[in-house]
């Protein structure tokens, strides 16, 4: 991937990594340095070019070269011709610049790139520790044919003699270049490559994939995980264990990527759940918390305590007297401030530090009274694996919102918490243990605060080799990569032919830390291997694979084979009626056989021998067909030369979309003695049909039989036959109906027994559906008293979950309904399932397959005609609808305008919301004169009027003509007040201004203006100071002096404020007109905000939006 804007390497150096441009001279061509200037050397080349060495470049007479930039020579590296640039004087910058540059760029093919990390230096000749050394990586490409820094070093200290750099007028650069093979991702094998395999992301599970993978390479972990108890009568969806092991077991011994969604099944999250981004410390607590609760009674009990359990003691003490006051608590992670910190360390001392408690905040000591006390936190023991979170998200109380903090914090390889005599140790402390720890993992955050991605860097074997976990993708990282690449921070850069640098901020860092104690690693980096899994998952898992490998090696022999499913009169008797209704049979439930393709159908025949018993004399094969109507009938037997072919010829015979199965209905006759013999001849007169029979009374339909008639011959001449069949006395009166199709609409058709089969246009693989007849004076009801009306049941029929719109998870009940049901007929059922007498008072919500969950509008009443319309969601059809009972009827609810109107009381210090209904035709003024009703007023004759209040400004009074239907409570607050009685008598030149509360933002490097508070209306007179209209502002909003001394008054205009004196003029700030936007010119009180905030979840650290993490198992 082409880095655009790549990482400075030295972080100490606030450095540029840019493709080198020259916008004063335009591109310039390869210039071919004479020797005598240059003396160049390649070091380690061998004859076959490794794909990484240095370059020596000496260039002499430096101070005497007369040329912007200057080339090496070519050098050789994987390869590839490669040179360095350098710029003697600065590319339009006081410093050297000094870029790597693909030396025949220009004559490479279209498309080309290559990959290649790489450091230049410039050496100190008489110090070589102060040699100057940058490196970075690129991926080169013709846009980019070079990249490097453009401010190397200053020039100041380069051509200083004293320096060490010039000397005797020779610069010594140094260029190492490791080539990199450019990764497709498509092809590269993360197992092949790195011996690790990752997990796949089913949606947003980025965060859980990070996570699993580091608890997977915490070897003891997983070592108890796998010796928890399961049984083979488990289901992995079901067993929060069984689904751990099972995914560990693949990770270990798969060589491809795993999926998670056994696992997320046993969490008992659906698939919107999984599409939900969480948050890694939460999903980290709540597992080990149910993995925890699941290990209680077995041989692995406690195993989560002894890994990750510390304690600290939070304390009490009182400076004058002797008291204190100890409580213990354990801890499975620590949350440090990444804010205000500049590492790891440094959020330990912020953790442990002594908070005095004095003046009004003593503390109440027992016998004691009130004390001038320390308060702290120390460190009794931590755990063997040391979990740190890092508080990159942070609730910012003066914009309301959560914020991520991208600021940079460093974290070491090794981290010592004995440091400065163990200041972190409380004095209860084992001494004995060293609290020396090796990083393990670093799970990064890329992107904001509303979502990104997640992935891990972990070292399993805490080698100096790191690898990144990245869904999918396990690639190997340097330690750079690792650690100081997830530091975050700022990086300057420069992102071509404009060359001010500038600086962006790194939205990819840490989140969170794993630590292991060196004295404990031996024990936690242990082996697991096949004994510690137990046998049953070992030969479950081990199944699974070969079925795995079965189905691959089946689908990459796929074209050698042929599928042929073969119908029996069995399947036909077994599924009609059951199954299915329509047609004869379904085809994925019929035996099949897996034949190659090269066989002859006359030995395949021989298979169905043994397989049924059916000897292959016996045997007769008909190929179905699929007909215009979409309907697949029997159409013809195979003949004899056909049966001599291959099957994989006789397949292209019978199926032209080139479909790898064969289907085949396989015909035996059956002598008096129920044994098979010899099939019939068949002519062109016989017709093959086949015999449903309807029971009205019981509603049942099922199969009885086929039958050879003549075209020439009637349905009377079979009647008797056809009653035998049944099981009817020989001369029932029956009725005949042939079943012609069923999509889109049903199409059975009443046959006349009196003409031919032939006249009925009946032919081979038709269906003819028979019934009783039902006298005409019979006083028997039924529900469906035709074969027709049954089959138009059948087709239409369909059961709807109904479900509690104030419980959307759960099914309350269940109704067989028809999709032809119009509106009326549906809530009319919900009704009498509820006992409801008023159907109109049901109101109906259709469900979102996607999100599983139910649609924001409900079904209007009667807006839908039938049942169907009420389930399909786009190009899916549900089987939910969601129901409610109104108080009124819906027809009438959806004449009326509910609005939610927040009142601000003249008498008393509250605001109340009030639900106005009202018809929709309704105006403003009818919604005053309602909400008058319902409050209670400063004065009878007391006016009212309705704003709309949106982030605290107001950006409209409503006149009261305006009619209710178009106004939209749903984002805006609508507020109602009493309008003020100065407010009603405005002298001429008075001004009605808007007056706002506001504090000031200044992160993100600029100012914003963030309003808070309630907005309220001010009458400013001609003439009038800002000491006046402060006066009066005190008084209506009752502040304290004291309070309101601190308060700083500006005019604001478009977010920007003007800050006034006391002496000011108010009214000259403010237009005379009202114009559109007004709301954007303001008087502005700039104070903090002390109102209380609402409640927050206590873990400030999970971002607004997510719902919390839930396990249901």
């Known amino acids: 991937?082409?880095?655009?804007?790549?990482?400075?390497?030295?972080?100490?150096?606030?450095?540029?990594?840019?493709?080198?441009?020259?916008?004063?001279?335009?591109?310039?061509?390869?210039?071919?340095?004479?020797?005598?200037?240059?003396?160049?050397?390649?070091?380690?080349?061998?004859?076959?070019?490794?794909?990484?060495?240095?370059?020596?470049?000496?260039?002499?007479?430096?101070?005497?070269?007369?040329?912007?930039?200057?080339?090496?020579?070519?050098?050789?590296?994987?390869?590839?011709?490669?040179?360095?640039?350098?710029?003697?004087?600065?590319?339009?910058?006081?410093?050297?610049?000094?870029?790597?540059?693909?030396?025949?760029?220009?004559?490479?093919?279209?498309?080309?790139?290559?990959?290649?990390?790489?450091?230049?230096?410039?050496?100190?000749?008489?110090?070589?520790?102060?040699?100057?050394?940058?490196?970075?990586?690129?991926?080169?490409?013709?846009?980019?044919?070079?990249?490097?820094?453009?401010?190397?070093?200053?020039?100041?200290?380069?051509?200083?003699?004293?320096?060490?750099?010039?000397?005797?007028?020779?610069?010594?650069?140094?260029?190492?270049?490791?080539?990199?093979?450019?990764?497709?991702?498509?092809?590269?094998?993360?197992?092949?490559?790195?011996?690790?395999?990752?997990?796949?992301?089913?949606?947003?599970?980025?965060?859980?994939?990070?996570?699993?993978?580091?608890?997977?390479?915490?070897?003891?972990?997983?070592?108890?995980?796998?010796?928890?108890?399961?049984?083979?009568?488990?289901?992995?969806?079901?067993?929060?264990?069984?689904?751990?092991?099972?995914?560990?077991?693949?990770?270990?011994?798969?060589?491809?990527?795993?999926?998670?969604?056994?696992?997320?099944?046993?969490?008992?999250?659906?698939?919107?759940?999984?599409?939900?981004?969480?948050?890694?410390?939460?999903?980290?607590?709540?597992?080990?918390?149910?993995?925890?609760?699941?290990?209680?009674?077995?041989?692995?009990?406690?195993?989560?305590?002894?890994?990750?359990?510390?304690?600290?003691?939070?304390?009490?003490?009182?400076?004058?007297?002797?008291?204190?006051?100890?409580?213990?608590?354990?801890?499975?992670?620590?949350?440090?401030?990444?804010?205000?910190?500049?590492?790891?360390?440094?959020?330990?001392?912020?953790?442990?530090?002594?908070?005095?408690?004095?003046?009004?905040?003593?503390?109440?000591?027992?016998?004691?009274?009130?004390?001038?006390?320390?308060?702290?936190?120390?460190?009794?023991?931590?755990?063997?694996?040391?979990?740190?979170?890092?508080?990159?998200?942070?609730?910012?109380?003066?914009?309301?919102?959560?914020?991520?903090?991208?600021?940079?914090?460093?974290?070491?390889?090794?981290?010592?918490?004995?440091?400065?005599?163990?200041?972190?140790?409380?004095?209860?402390?084992?001494?004995?243990?060293?609290?020396?720890?090796?990083?393990?993992?670093?799970?990064?955050?890329?992107?904001?605060?509303?979502?990104?991605?997640?992935?891990?860097?972990?070292?399993?074997?805490?080698?100096?080799?790191?690898?990144?976990?990245?869904?999918?993708?396990?690639?190997?990282?340097?330690?750079?990569?690792?650690?100081?690449?997830?530091?975050?921070?700022?990086?300057?850069?420069?992102?071509?032919?404009?060359?001010?640098?500038?600086?962006?901020?790194?939205?990819?860092?840490?989140?969170?830390?794993?630590?292991?104690?060196?004295?404990?690693?031996?024990?936690?980096?242990?082996?697991?291997?096949?004994?510690?899994?137990?046998?049953?998952?070992?030969?479950?898992?081990?199944?699974?694979?070969?079925?795995?490998?079965?189905?691959?090696?089946?689908?990459?022999?796929?074209?050698?084979?042929?599928?042929?499913?073969?119908?029996r009169n069995e399947d036909l008797i077994e599924q009609i009626g059951k199954d299915i209704y329509f047609d004869l049979v379904d085809h994925d439930k019929v035996r099949s056989f897996r034949i190659q393709k090269q066989m002859p159908f006359i030995l395949f025949k021989e298979e169905v021998a043994k397989d049924f018993g059916i000897p292959v004399q016996y045997q007769r094969f008909w190929l179905w067909a699929k007909r215009q109507n979409h309907t697949y009938r029997p159409n013809r037997p195979l003949t004899h030369q056909e049966e001599q072919q291959s099957v994989g010829q006789l397949r292209e015979v019978s199926n032209k979309a080139h479909n790898a199965e064969l289907k085949l209905f396989l015909e035996v006759e059956l002598g008096p003695d129920l044994h098979s013999i010899p099939p019939p001849d068949k002519t062109k007169e016989d017709i093959l049909l086949f015999f449903k029979l309807y029971d009205a009374e019981k509603e049942e339909l099922r199969y009885v039989g086929r039958l050879f008639v003549k075209g020439i011959g009637k349905p009377v001449d079979i009647l008797t036959k056809l009653n035998e069949m049944a099981g009817f006395a020989p001369n029932e009166e029956i009725e005949l109906y042939e079943e012609i199709k069923f999509e889109p609409t049903v199409m059975c058709e009443h046959i006349d027994k009196k003409l031919t089969f032939r006249s009925s246009q009946l032919e081979d693989g038709d269906i003819i559906c028979f019934q009783k007849c039902t006298p005409v004076d019979s006083d028997e009801q039924y529900r469906y008293p035709d074969v027709p009306s049954f089959l138009e049941y059948v087709h239409n029929r369909q059961v709807v979950h109904f479900r509690s719109l104030e419980k959307p998870k759960e099914d309350d009940f269940c109704l067989e309904l028809s999709k032809l049901f119009t509106y009326d007929d549906v809530v009319e059922r919900v009704a009498r399932q509820l006992g409801l007498d008023d159907a109109s008072k049901i109101r109906l919500t259709s469900h979102n397959c996607y999100s599983q969950q139910p649609k924001p509008q409900p079904i209007k009443y009667r807006g839908v005609e039938h049942l169907s319309d009420m389930l399909v969601h786009y190009n899916q059809t549900s089987d939910i609808l969601y129901y409610e009972v109104l108080d009124i009827p819906l027809p009438e609810l959806q004449g009326l305008k509910t609005l939610k109107v927040a009142f601000h009381s003249a008498v008393k210090d509250e605001v109340v919301i009030h639900s106005i209904r009202l018809p929709k035709q309704s105006t403003v003024a009818d919604v005053i004169n309602d909400l008058k009703t319902k409050v209670e007023l400063s004065h009878p004759n007391a006016e009212l009027r309705l704003l709309e209040v949106f982030y605290h400004k107001i950006y409209k009074i409503f006149p009261p003509s305006e009619k209710i239907e178009n106004i939209n409570d749903q984002y805006w607050t609508l507020r109602a007040e009493e309008i003020p009685e100065e407010e009603k008598n405005l002298g001429p030149h008075d001004r009605l201004i808007h007056v706002y509360h506001f504090t000031k933002d200044t992160s993100q490097n600029q100012m914003q203006v963030q309003n808070f508070g309630e907005p309220f209306f001010l009458i400013i007179h001609e003439g009038e100071t800002l000491a006046e209209v402060k006066l009066r502002i005190q008084k209506k909003l009752q502040v304290p002096d004291e309070e309101f001394a601190k308060w700083k008054f500006a005019f604001l205009s478009l977010g920007r404020p003007e800050y006034l004196q006391d002496s000011d003029i108010v009214s000259s700030r403010f237009q005379r007109r009202d114009v559109y936007g007004a709301w954007e010119q303001y008087l502005g009180l700039e104070h903090s905000d002390s109102a209380p905030k609402r409640a927050y979840a206590a873990n400030q650290n999970r971002h607004t939006f997510e719902k919390p993490v839930k396990i249901y198992n």
């Open 1 to 567: 991937m082409t880095m655009m804007t790549p990482p400075p390497l030295d972080q100490e150096d606030d450095e540029m990594l840019v493709p080198h441009s020259d916008f004063t001279e335009g591109p310039q061509p390869m210039e071919v340095v004479a020797q005598a200037e240059t003396a160049s050397t390649v070091e380690n080349q061998p004859v076959e070019d490794p794909p990484s060495s240095r370059f020596t470049w000496t260039i002499d007479n430096f101070t005497r070269l007369n040329t912007k930039k200057h080339y090496s020579d070519v050098f050789f590296v994987g390869g590839f011709k490669w040179r360095v640039l350098i710029f003697p004087k600065g590319n339009n910058v006081d410093h050297l610049s000094m870029y790597l540059d693909v030396a025949d760029s220009a004559n490479l093919p279209y498309g080309w790139s290559r990959y290649a990390q790489f450091s230049l230096a410039v050496v100190n000749q008489i110090h070589s520790k102060y040699t100057v050394r940058k490196d970075t990586q690129h991926q080169f490409n013709a846009r980019e044919s070079d990249w490097g820094f453009t401010s190397f070093m200053p020039l100041s200290e380069l051509y200083d003699p004293g320096r060490g750099y010039l000397v005797n007028d020779t610069v010594i650069v140094e260029a190492e270049v490791a080539v990199r093979r450019v990764v497709d991702y498509w092809t590269y094998d993360s197992k092949k490559e790195t011996g690790y395999v990752g997990l796949k992301n089913q949606g947003a599970t980025c965060y859980m994939n990070s996570l699993l993978q580091t608890l997977y390479h915490i070897p003891y972990f997983r070592k108890a995980v796998y010796h928890m108890p399961t049984t083979e009568n488990d289901m992995p969806s079901g067993s929060i264990p069984l689904a751990l092991q099972s995914l560990f077991y693949k990770v270990q011994y798969s060589d491809n990527s795993v999926a998670t969604k056994e696992l997320t099944k046993s969490f008992g999250w659906d698939t919107y759940d999984s599409f939900m981004q969480h948050d890694v410390q939460e999903l980290n607590r709540v597992l080990c918390e149910k993995l925890e609760d699941k290990m209680k009674g077995t041989v692995v009990e406690g195993t989560i305590q002894q890994l990750f359990e510390g304690h600290h003691m939070n304390y009490i003490e009182c400076i004058n007297v002797d008291y204190k006051s100890t409580r213990k608590e354990s801890f499975y992670d620590l949350q440090l401030d990444v804010k205000g910190c500049r590492d790891v360390y440094a959020s330990f001392d912020k953790y442990v530090e002594v908070e005095r408690l004095e003046g009004d905040n003593k503390y109440h000591a027992e016998q004691h009274g009130l004390q001038d006390a320390r308060k702290g936190v120390l460190f009794i023991d931590f755990p063997p694996v040391l979990q740190l979170q890092l508080k990159r998200f942070e609730y910012d109380f003066m914009r309301d919102t959560m914020v991520k903090i991208n600021d940079r914090y460093e974290f070491p390889l090794q981290l010592d918490l004995d440091r400065d005599n163990g200041k972190y140790l409380s004095p209860d402390a084992d001494r004995r243990v060293r609290n020396l720890y090796t990083l393990h993992s670093v799970l990064v955050h890329s992107g904001g605060v509303h979502g990104g991605h997640y992935y891990a860097f972990i070292r399993p074997t805490l080698s100096d080799q790191w690898f990144k976990f990245d869904d999918e993708r396990v690639t190997k990282e340097d330690v750079k990569r690792a650690l100081e690449e997830q530091y975050g921070g700022e990086e300057e850069t420069n992102p071509g032919f404009n060359n001010t640098p500038f600086k962006f901020t790194k939205y990819s860092n840490a989140y969170m830390l794993v630590y292991i104690r060196e004295s404990d690693k031996e024990k936690i980096i242990c082996d697991v291997d096949e004994k510690d899994i137990a046998e049953h998952l070992r030969i479950r898992l081990k199944k699974e694979q070969e079925e795995k490998e079965h189905k691959k090696k089946e689908k990459a022999e796929a074209h050698l084979y042929t599928i042929i499913k073969v119908a």
